[in-house]
């Protein structure tokens, strides 16, 4: 089984480097295409292991899957109906295994879905999904690990969210697209995935206004029609290859990417001294001679995102001077500074802050990918550790970046998979 990542430090990276699709637009739209009947095809899938989990079940509710292409999906939503229940087994493996929830009321007026699991990052809740799934009239009952939602006479409401949960706003945004009546979600987070699911729906016919701000407007439709469409580029992945190039010293073009998708990670970067380019082709990032501290603190879109914190964290350990991190997203989320001291980083945590002394040097040595972020910035403190850095569990790498290894290793990276 490949999961074990080594990579040799010392080399700075050099060229050009493509962003694959979001896997957070990707998933959620897998999830979107069986509230119509028919063939849906997504392009810019990225071949990463959420989504294969993901489509395993697709398939274990009815619908087929099949891959048209390297990176083109399509989903058969058959007509009539398809199961409501998810397993315990896949579900564990996915966090986003959740949004079945709102799909599946919107399609079938019923689901029974199991407590999801994916990256250890906090607790997690679920309470705002089904205020809202709740709102709209679905009776709701948690009984042995498995939520079980049921509608008789759904109907659009006003929905305020007391935090701006991606998930609960797409869970929301399914199940209304398909619900009689008009609802109004208030406080809705605005972040790309977000517009990307508004679109596509939109696309199938449905009626959503007001995605990417706080305020989205859903009429109901009766019937959605299947379309082809493809997945905007992966603003975290870009963010990651950005940092790559800022830390090992070189120089990097970032190609497919929304550069407004990700401003907060070209401003903290610009502050920490590199030199940030936007050019036809994507964004060109130089490192500059030092790396200079900076303050982050993580938020909703368009705040700086939580799934970039701890990859800056890996480049602020280098930094000249103290640099404090405040996490306000999820708990969960400085399990990496263990990690990261262990290659000989300066941090000290409290609470939801991490303050990060930086030091002249990292050394390689045995660390573990304890989620998928906190993978992918061990794998950046490894770009420029002294020796090699072995990455253990790196299968959560594998969860959400597609070729990981082969497209550092093009930009000169040496990184092997074992
Ligand atoms: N929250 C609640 N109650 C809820 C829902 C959320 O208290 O009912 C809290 C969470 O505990 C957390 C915060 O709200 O503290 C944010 O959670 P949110 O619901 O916004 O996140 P999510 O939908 O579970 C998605 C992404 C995450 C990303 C976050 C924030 C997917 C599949 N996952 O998670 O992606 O970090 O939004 O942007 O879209 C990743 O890609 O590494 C990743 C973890």
Redesign the pocket.
Known sequence: MEDILIVKGGTPLYGSIRVSGA???G??LMVAAILAEGETILDNMPRIR?VEVMTFILNELGVRTEWKDDNSLAIYSPPGRIKTKTSYELSRM???S??FLGALLGREKEAAISLPG??D???????????GVQALGAEVEIEHGYIYACTKRPRGNNVY??????????NIIMMAVKTPGNTVIENA?K?P?IVDLANFLNSMGAKIRGAGTDVIKIEGVSELKPVRYAIIPDR?EAGTFMVAGAISKGEVLVENVIPTHIYPVIAKLQEAGAVVKETESGILVKAGDKIRPVDIKTL??PGF???MQSQMMAMLCLAEGTSVIVEN???NRFQIVDELKRMGADIKVEGHTAVVKGVKKLYGTKVRAT???AGAALILAGLVAEGETVIEEAIHIF??YENIAQKLNHLGAQITVK
């Not at 990052?121 to 205020?131: C, V």
């Not at 969210?161 to 797409?170: H, I, K, Y």
């Open positions: 896997k957070n637009a998933l959620v959420d996915l966090r986003a959740n949004l994916g990256c990052i906090g607790s997690r809740p679920m309470d705002l999904h089904l205020k969210l007391d935090f701006p949960s991606v998930g609960a706003t797409e987070a972040e995935e975290i909703p879109y995102p939580t799934d997203v999820f708990e989620d998928l972020r969860r959400g």
